[in-house]
């Protein structure tokens, strides 16, 4: 790990403590949990232990976060869980205030969440991805005055929360969505104690002037505080991105109701943030009433954000291309409840992609994300969840508005963020019995005003509605050039129509699926068969069924056309003055209910890192064309075994962003290539290269002044030609530890591996150990499509013995023993 990551990885843990001045402490272990519902109340607050053997349900330790859907999301035999699940535990309640409040704070429990403190139901809310608090103090005084209290408990108080992710007609989103409705406690749970007097909300507004000189900061609060609190005393603090105090404010508060200014900086000549130098201030905010001080701390930056009308977007008055990605809230292994270390890994791989900008799709995300893009320098578009199905009644619209305004209240202050998002697909209908256009026109105004209400100094965008375009500021057509319409050659093209029609164009969601491991000699193949710019995506993008003959169709899924599709967009995109920018669709797989056919079922494959944040091909290739640090990589390091004919020349391709590399195969050198990003494929760094039947060893040497990078692989080349199908290999290819991987592989009748097969497998396992499944990746999946006629998982053996198995349709099983 260089200097410069540790550094940042020392700010974003300063950063991720330093916004929650009181005391909290994370509610992560000593919790059970059952996935059902219970007859009442009264089952969840039994005695733990020593209780009757005979009571149901039974219950199940898990630690925080914690997803109901950890497993079952991808599980190829199953639709996953929609429905009640209960999680309990007991807290040592202890608040030093006097007269102090105990606040649950939530940071997202999806979808409906019901509190109880012992049998007394203390709160609810209703929403998966926005915070929430539940004050406990009166529930708590009142338990602890009784019997049970002192002797059932042993002086501890019983929390209990009942979560529901059923389906639901009046909640957003739709169960109609490309992603999952998770359930569960999958954010973070705080218990916090909070003084009488506490700041419940800070809004801290950074503006700059046109000429970048001089900076503005209107700080205001609403307050926690009970009816009759008397008069506080309120200091707020400005300090620069050192630490340093600037300036100080101190004033006595008479009343402590509303949305009340507390401060105005005037800021000369402010460090801006931007995506190079992310900088940012410290507002500290501290109120005292009744010799009890609460403070709150905010970290703010001084930028100015821009989209220029039927023009680029600017940073600080500076063109800045957008180089985005998308994220889901899906990991493999736990779902949406990913640890905080998990989002950091996520987050420095993307910055380290050459990523500066971000949609968080199709929700509000937890605020360590958003940290974690202000401390990265990593532009935000967040929207709320109202994704498909059309538009429901006054309880679903009201729901839309709050989820809106706690979206932009709850991460107002963050720097990164530049758009507030809409929605997404609302024109795809599909939950109610009618579809009316002029309803979701009304209903877009409506949250448009809102949210230019609550925050004037920011844009709103929505993506693929066309029938909403002109009421948002920023919009995104779909395009999906050689994917789900015409070919990526058209990209340009598709683009610039689009960009003409509306004042501020952003193009978000491109690119298309790959299975991770698939590669192909001939990958354009299937666009022989389209018609420029013919059809369209805005019905059925999952299903690769009908329609004009497309990529997602007839294409083969491999890595090798997906990295042809992104890097002609990536090469265009630098010759699109007028653009703002992309974000190209997502950067990790993750899970879906609509694509229960994929390579890995229930999975979107569209990523550029695999579900557990293995990097892809595509990964290097976008890295290539987006960052400055020197870097090689040869294409193919998935990719074991090449084939074609003897003495057939084989393009070999390098992703690098070095002005030249030099290419050595099997020991000899074919010289050195000049980098010139147009020239297509692998911006000219590819050579035609003779190789021999069996082991061939490849490596590349770039350079870049002084600095040299290298990069190497082995693969077989096969020149043998495969028949059909006619049995399956399976054999032990590596051991660590009790993880053992095995391997499938098809052949033809005479030995020779089937290089085109593309079958389901389905792997078994009998005896004590275990397989390593339902992760949502293809060495992580019983059920996968075979991958040039091999599959991969891998077995915890558990120390004992097994037998493993695999099945191909139309093939004899086989087995393994281990």
Not at 229 to 256: F, I, N, Y
Not at 547 to 555: F, L, N, P, V
Not at 673 to 678: A, E, G, L
């Amino acid at each position: 790990m260089n200097m410069k990551t540790c550094i940042i990885l020392l700010l974003l843990l300063w950063s991720s403590h330093s916004a929650s001045a009181q005391q909290r402490v994370r509610l992560n272990e000593d919790w059970e949990f059952v996935r059902q519902d219970l007859g009442g109340i009264w089952e969840a607050v039994r005695p733990r232990k020593g209780g009757n053997p005979e009571d149901v349900p039974l219950w199940t330790r898990v630690s925080l976060p914690h997803c109901v859907n950890a497993t079952d999301a991808v599980d190829p035999d199953l639709n996953y869980y929609q429905g009640p699940a209960w999680y309990r535990t007991q807290l040592a309640v202890a608040n030093p205030y006097p007269g102090g409040r105990t606040v649950l704070h939530f940071e997202g429990a999806g979808q409906k969440t019901e509190v109880y403190i012992h049998t007394t139901k203390v709160g609810s809310h209703v929403g998966g991805y926005d915070e929430f608090s539940v004050d406990i103090t009166d529930a708590v005084a009142a338990f602890t005055k009784t019997e049970a209290f002192r002797k059932q408990f042993n002086g501890k108080v019983p929390l209990s929360v009942r979560t529901d992710n059923g389906r639901d007609l009046e909640l957003m989103p739709s169960d109609l969505s490309d992603f999952n409705l998770y359930g569960g406690i999958y954010r973070y749970l705080n218990l916090v104690y909070l003084p009488a007097v506490s700041v419940d909300r800070l809004f801290a507004e950074a503006q700059v002037d046109s000429t970048g000189k001089t900076g503005s900061l209107d700080v205001r609060a609403r307050f926690h505080a009970p009816v009759a609190s008397g008069p506080a005393t309120v200091s707020v603090v400005l300090k620069d991105p050192r630490g340093k105090v600037l300036q100080r404010v101190e004033k006595t508060l008479a009343d402590l109701s509303g949305d009340l200014p507390l401060a105005r900086f005037a800021v000369r000549a402010p460090r801006l943030w931007n995506v190079q130098d992310p900088a940012r201030y410290t507002v500290l905010t501290t109120v005292t009433a009744g010799g009890v001080a609460s403070v709150d701390s905010q970290r703010i930056g001084f930028r100015q954000a821009t989209f220029v009308k039927k023009g680029p977007f600017l940073l600080n008055g500076k063109r800045l291309l957008l180089r985005g990605t998308h994220r889901h809230e899906d990991h493999a292994g736990v779902a949406a409840a990913m640890t905080e270390d998990q989002m950091r890994q996520e987050m420095l791989l993307m910055k380290e992609m050459g990523v500066n900008f971000i949609r968080l799709g199709h929700y509000q995300q937890s605020r360590i994300i958003l940290d974690l893009c202000d401390s990265l320098g990593i532009l935000v578009w967040e929207e709320i969840p109202w994704c498909r199905g059309g538009l429901g009644g006054s309880v679903y619209r009201e729901r839309g508005r709050q989820m809106l305004t706690n979206m932009i209240e709850q991460h107002y202050n963050h720097p990164s963020v530049i758009i507030w998002g809409l929605g997404n697909e609302n024109d795809w209908p599909g939950d109610f019995e009618t579809f009316d256009r002029d309803s979701i026109r009304s209903y877009m105004r409506e949250l448009n005003d809102l949210s230019h209400r609550l925050d004037p100094g920011r844009k709103t965008a929505i993506r693929r509605c066309d029938f909403c375009k002109d009421i948002v500021d920023v919009y995104s057509p779909s395009i999906w050039a050689g994917w789900y319409r015409a070919t990526y050659t058209d990209y340009k093209e598709i683009s610039r129509a689009e960009f003409e029609k509306v004042d501020h164009f952003l193009h978000v969601e491109w690119g298309g699926d790959s299975h991770a491991g698939r590669h192909s000699e001939s990958p354009d193949k299937a666009l022989q068969q389209v018609p420029p710019a013919a059809g369209n995506d805005h019905s059925g993008d999952a299903a690769r069924f009908a329609h004009a003959a497309r990529g997602s169709k007839d294409g083969d899924w491999s890595e090798s056309y997906i990295c042809n599709l992104i890097e002609w967009h990536l090469r265009e995109q630098e010759t699109m003055p007028w653009l703002t920018g992309t974000a190209q669709w997502p950067f990790k797989d993750f899970s879906t209910p609509v694509r229960p056919d994929n390579p890995v079922p229930y999975m979107n494959q569209k990523g550029v890192v695999e579900r557990d944040l293995t990097k892809k091909e595509a990964y290097y290739l976008f890295q290539s064309y987006w960052t400055d640090k020197p870097m090689a990589h040869i294409y193919g390091h998935s990719m074991p075994v090449r084939w074609g004919d003897a003495g057939e020349a084989r393009m070999i391709k390098v992703y690098s962003n070095c002005p030249e590399a030099e290419l050595f195969v099997n020991g000899s050198s074919l010289g050195v290539r000049t980098r010139n990003s147009q020239d297509f494929p692998a911006a000219g760094l590819r050579w035609n290269a003779v190789l021999r039947e069996g082991p061939n060893e490849v490596r590349v040497r770039a350079r870049r002044g002084a600095t040299v990078v290298e990069d190497s692989l082995h693969f077989e080349f096969q020149t043998a030609k495969w028949g059909k199908p006619a049995r399956v290999v399976l054999e032990r290819v590596s051991e660590s530890d009790s993880i053992v991987t095995i391997q499938a592989r098809v052949l033809d009748d005479k030995g020779v591996l089937c290089l085109d097969a593309a079958q389901f497998i389905r792997f078994g396992l009998a005896g004590d150990g275990r397989l390593l499944d339902n992760l949502g990746t293809p060495s992580g999946s019983r059920a996968v499509q075979l991958s040039n006629g091999r599959a991969l998982i891998r077995i915890d053996r558990r120390g004992g013995r097994s037998v493993a198995s695999a099945q191909v349709a139309t093939l004899p099983t086989v087995f393994l023993n281990l």
